[in-house]
């Protein structure tokens, strides 16, 4: 071959490639874009996820995520199933208890779906919601096909809710949600991207009575009005992952006003606050940190457990978004027999996985917060697990596992344990808890009465809130030996439930 035809040929090629990378980004982002049409204006965080993006990383590669992404799925260790090619992710978040009022989530399937077996799969009715097929499974789940391989989850949201939300972003010309979440999560670069819209959380007088409880401020003399007006001015957060070789990632804050002046106190205090609420990674700790006129960034490279945190932030219940067609049109349906004990085993050894995760994550928690965070978290990915077809005594045993995570979780952030009454949790099935608003400290200024504090109607900081906060530690410290009575209660439980399937079935659990 001539040099010029060699060079000719190799300049179509870069020109093919170039042209097929382009078209790759040019429909990612036309599916996000159409995605993004449903976002209700409330969302105050959205995360986008580019599935198949990570799937064919040179990391996902190598690690074989997509073979081990089945079972990771199925074990409820990643929000989202294999057959999704691009998500969507949203939820109204309180940022007073860092948890989700409803979350959402939006999905582009790889191929077709079909309703009409989700419903029969999920023993539930396929019902009709503003010219949009639904199906509502027992885990307060609602599945909405939007359009043919477009799907919606939605959480914790009743038929009438859904209707409304149907209705309000059926004529959108462009997203709903804020600037800088739109502006956050459209970046091109990388296949994660997580914003928190924080504009207009925070008042003057609660930002400077926090910063002057941060313990990153401890011993320091600084202008505590100057820097609350700062605070203040806080616009988000935003995450952003790029998988490559490696998983790195980055923490981005935004805030209104220039921060040279303060550029130097301010990482250890957004880690401080990270700590606080539970949402740290280690990664963290020695993350490389960019400044720039308004904002500031942590660079790192990410662990796996840390990857899979990160994208756990939000994790609307996706369920099954199997449909079945996998077992082809003329399977044989399996025996009801058949089909408990498959469904049983499945959803067994996913509590189990989901136990010892938690184990192993929970011993790596740097203060009570942090610790809380994770079995709630874990409390709520168990809950959600489908439980079609599965054993009624599991199911039981799955509440009683579900009650005492996040009874845990209470104690750990000073709501005294009651052992005696978590003994009959699996009989009584549900548990009912305090409706009393807890503080953590963190956003609380608090009183105490018969051991539980109460939220404050306006003012939420008081002079006396060291003190508060020691004996608040107090509580918490004092509790270790019930909490471990109640973990100790988990363990033996599931023991005995594993033995009794493994009877029941004739096979290792």
Do not use: C
Not at 59 to 69: A, C, L, V
Not at 198 to 207: C, G, R, S, Y
Not at 415 to 443: C, I, M, R, T
Not at 461 to 481: C, L, P, R, S, T
């Amino acid at each position: 071959m001539s040099r010029k035809r060699f060079v000719h040929t190799t300049f179509l090629q870069l020109l093919m490639v170039q042209f097929s990378l382009a078209a790759a980004l040019s429909h990612a982002a036309d599916t996000t874009s159409e995605l993004l049409l449903r976002v209700p204006p409330s969302a105050n965080a959205v995360a986008v996820v580019d599935v198949e993006g990570l799937f064919k990383s040179k990391h996902g590669t190598s690690e074989g995520w997509s073979r081990r992404y089945v079972s990771d799925y199925s074990n409820g260790l990643v929000p989202f199933p294999p057959s999704v090619q691009t998500a969507v992710l949203a939820a109204k978040i309180d940022t007073d208890s860092i948890n989700a009022e409803w979350e959402l989530g939006l999905v582009r399937l790889k191929s077709p779906f079909s309703m009409k077996k989700l419903a029969e799969k999920e023993s539930a009715t396929l019902e009709k919601v503003e010219g949009h097929s639904l199906v509502a499974t027992d885990r307060r789940t609602n599945f909405i096909e939007l359009k043919a391989q477009r799907l919606a989850v939605t959480n914790h949201q009743n038929r009438q809710d859904v209707a409304r939300w149907l209705r309000g972003t059926r004529d959108a010309a462009k997203p709903m949600i804020s600037d800088y979440l739109l502006e956050a999560v459209t970046d091109p670069k990388g296949q994660y991207h997580l914003a928190l819209d924080l504009q207009d959380v925070l008042q003057f007088d609660n930002a400077k009575v926090r910063l002057q409880n941060s313990p990153a401020l401890k011993g320091q003399t600084v202008d505590l009005d100057a820097l609350a007006k700062l605070a203040v001015g806080l616009r988000g957060l935003r995450v952003s992952i790029d998988v490559g070789e490696t998983i790195e990632g980055t923490l981005r804050i935004d805030l209104s006003d220039e921060i040279a002046q303060y550029a130097r106190i301010l990482p250890p205090i957004a880690l401080a606050a990270l700590r606080k609420n539970g949402v740290f990674i280690e990664e963290l700790s020695n993350a490389k940190v960019e400044f720039g006129e308004k904002s500031f960034t942590f660079a790192a490279t990410l662990s796996e457990p840390s990857f899979r945190r990160v994208i756990s932030l939000i994790q609307p219940s996706v369920g099954h978004l199997d449909d079945g067609s996998h077992a082809g049109e003329s399977a044989t349906p399996p025996s009801a027999a058949t089909a408990e004990q498959s469904a049983s085993t499945r959803f067994f050894k996913s509590i189990q996985t989901q136990l010892s995760d938690l184990e192993a994550n929970a011993r790596k928690a740097k203060n009570y917060e942090s610790s809380a965070h994770w079995f709630e978290s874990y409390a709520k990915k168990i809950s959600q697990l489908p439980s079609r077809d599965v054993d009624p005594d599991l199911l039981n045993y799955s509440t009683s596992v579900v009650t005492k995570l996040r009874a845990i979780a209470r104690s750990l952030r000073g709501v005294p344990l009651d052992v005696s009454a978590l003994q009959f949790a699996k009989k009584q099935e549900v548990y009912v808890y305090p409706q009393n608003y807890y503080s953590n400290g963190w956003y609380g200024g608090v009183s105490y009465g018969a051991g539980y504090a109460f939220a404050q109607t306006r003012y939420e900081y008081h002079n006396n809130f060291a003190e508060i906060e020691a004996k608040q530690a107090k509580v918490i410290a004092d509790a270790e030996k019930d909490r471990q009575k109640v973990w100790d209660m988990l363990l033996d439980e599931t023991l005995s439930t594993g033995s009794r399937l493994s009877r029941k079935y004739g096979a290792d659990l």
